[in-house]
Every structure is written in C-alpha cells, then in structure tokens.
C-alpha cells in the first residue's frame, strides 16, 4: 500500500510492503527503508496490531497494520494524528487524463553474451505528458511478467483488480519457436495492446512499479542504447558508491551515444545487474562480450538539457555544468538503480552518485 504526504512544498511517499503468507513486511519513506520496519505481521498477531514508526520533516507517525477476519489485513498511515488517504483510493489524476504515450517500436532478437540462446529485447518509447519528457528503454518478456505481478499484488483486495488486463500467455520454447518472425510480431502486437490497456486503468500509472519498467521516475530515467560495433564511444570512470561501478566521464562520440551525458551510470548490461561488480568487471563486459549488446543506463533528468557534457577537470564532479540551473546539488543526487531482476531487489534500490576517481579511466 502506498500513500503521500506534503508538507513544506514537497510531497513525500510512504509505501508498506507486507506478504500475508508468510507475514513478512517492510516500508518505505520516499523509496528508503524505514529503520526498524523489517519484520513480521503474520496471522498470528494479536488483535492490537503492529505499527511501523517514522519521522518525515519532524512530524512523527505511523503505519499500522492489523489482522481482519481470519485471513485478511487492513493497513492504514497516521502522520501527525491525521489519517492519509490509501494512493489507490484516492481520484488519481489518471482516472480523467492520460498520463503516458506509450509505444512498442520494434522488438530485436540477439545473444545474451552467456550462452548460446537467444533473447529478445521490446523497445518500449514513453512520453510522459505532464512535463513532456520522453524515454526510449529495452525490455524482455519476464519484465513484463514482473511488472504484471506487480501490478496485480499491489490491486489484491481491491475492485480493480478484474480491470487489470491479462499477460500474453508465455508459451513453451519445447512447443513455440520463440524466434519465428510471426510469433514475435505477434508477441509485439500483443505486449503493445497489454502496456496500452494497463496504463489506463486508473491508479496503475501512479505506481513505483509502473514508472521504474517505463524507466521514467520523477526526477531519474532509466535509458537504454544497442551496440553493434565494437567501440561504444564513452570514457567510464569509477564510483565508489555501492552498487554504482562505473560511471560514464567523457561522451567522445555522440553518434553512437544519443542522449548520453558525463555522470549517467552503467546500470545493466544484457539486462544482468552491475551492482554486484567492479569497474574491471563492468569494462571486461563491455569489451567482450559479443555484439550486439544492450547496454541501460541511469539518468538524472535535471541534467538531461545541459549543453555541458564534458567531464573536463579532474576536480569538477561529473553532475556539474557551467550553468547554475542545470546542476544537481551533491546531497540530492540519489538515483534509483532499476534492478535487472525485480524479484531480487524489487522496481528499484537508492544509491548514490558518490565520489569518482577520473584517474582511473577506461575508453570504449
């Protein structure tokens, strides 16, 4: 369950994420683990409930869970005594507007680098319509799958979930050719009218999951480029956050980089995760890997017009441009790192840009 309180300008969201089998439960302030909030809320608890503590601009509150009936759970936020509205019981703004374009372009078949199957890649264009941005990003069909799960676990118990439209049905590669042309287009024209169905049901295009798959958050995307030649055009240079290997330092070619900026980082390659990597291991990839690769990568979009795309000085952090408007200041440069598998580390995790070394560098 997921609700949002503003205060001071800013609106802050709070989401509870609870399994009622096995009673396991965390929750989120603005996308952080809350302390403390890791445990357990079976059906066992008495009827008192449990309540998950939290502090959001010095105002304290809660989230409360408690059992209803035999099996059942209720959830409800309190912040400073007054009681928030669930997200999906308010009147979302995309009950009346649409609030994304959404457009599957082409589907592209190739190796995963670690084997000799195939895999294919959606090209999925999004155009947010409240402030015009737009993104281009690869996904497969278990993206779907996840994202489809999602969707239908955060709707459990409530009255739209029959709204919800069905998956394409994955079928057997022992009876299907998943590489047969037809069946791929079909899998293309199915996938277009399943996303384009979705995102009109009220309340979907508000959900964490909904925007971390399209790549488009609020104030981060997540894009992603094919490589078919050898060179990719960028200077990496290392992080020393966790979970933030590389990041990009120098665009030497634009053609081959459209849309990249100095400072956006490697995220995913072939779709596999480079959280758990070294910056050596992100390069080997990168360079060995046969062609064509999928390479993702995480963006701020406050930085997404700068002119300034140089990292020119070994002292200036790669997010800062010669315009004043165009920077992001250090403490807010948290980007969510969209998990190459959602069921590992859910839609996201928050890492942080951190301090590179521009030393150590590698051209590809």
Not at 68 to 86: P, T
Not at 294 to 304: E, I, K, M, N, P
């Amino acid at each position: 369950r997921t609700w949002t309180y503003s205060r001071g300008g800013t609106t802050h969201v709070l989401s509870v994420y609870h399994d009622p089998l096995t009673g396991v439960r965390s929750a989120t302030l603005d996308h952080e683990e809350i302390p403390g909030s890791l445990g357990s809320s079976s059906m066992f608890m008495d009827k008192s409930g449990h309540k998950v503590l939290f502090c959001v601009r010095g105002v304290s509150g809660y989230i409360e869970i408690k059992k209803v009936g035999w099996f059942g759970f209720s959830y409800d936020c309190f912040v400073g005594g007054e009681k928030l509205v669930e997200l999906t019981q308010k009147i979302s703004h995309s009950q009346g507007d649409e609030v994304y374009t959404v457009n599957i372009a082409e589907h592209r078949s190739g190796s995963d680098g670690y084997s000799e199957d195939k895999i294919t890649w959606y090209l999925i264009e999004t155009t947010r319509l409240a402030d015009g941005y737009t993104n281009t990003v690869h996904r497969r069909f278990k993206d779907f799958v996840s994202l489809n799960s999602d969707v239908r676990h955060h709707f459990k118990g409530h009255h739209l979930l029959s709204s919800l439209p069905s998956l394409p049905e994955k079928k057997s590669k022992l009876i299907t050719d998943h590489n047969d042309p037809a069946f791929l287009m079909e899998r293309e024209t199915q996938l277009q009218a399943y996303l384009s169905s979705l995102i009109r049901v009220p309340h979907v295009s508000d959900l964490t999951s909904t925007k971390a798959f399209l790549g488009l958050m609020e104030k981060v995307r997540e894009t992603s480029l094919v490589y078919t030649q050898q060179t990719i055009g960028v200077t990496l240079i290392p992080c020393d956050s966790p979970g933030t290997p590389a990041v990009i330092g120098f665009v030497q070619n634009p053609d081959t980089c459209p849309g990249l900026l100095a400072g956006d980082i490697v995220s995913k390659i072939n779709g596999n995760s480079t959280g758990s990597l070294t910056f050596n291991g992100v390069v080997r990839m990168l360079k060995h890997l046969p062609r064509p690769i999928v390479v993702h990568f995480v963006q701020a979009l406050a930085c997404s017009h700068s002119s300034q795309t140089e990292y020119r000085d070994s002292n200036l952090q790669p997010w800062k441009s010669d315009n004043a408007d165009d920077r992001v200041d250090r403490e807010q440069r948290h980007l969510p790192s969209f998990s190459g598998d959602v069921s590992d580390m859910g839609a996201f995790a928050e890492t942080s840009v951190g301090h590179s070394r521009p030393n150590d560098s590698e051209s590809l």
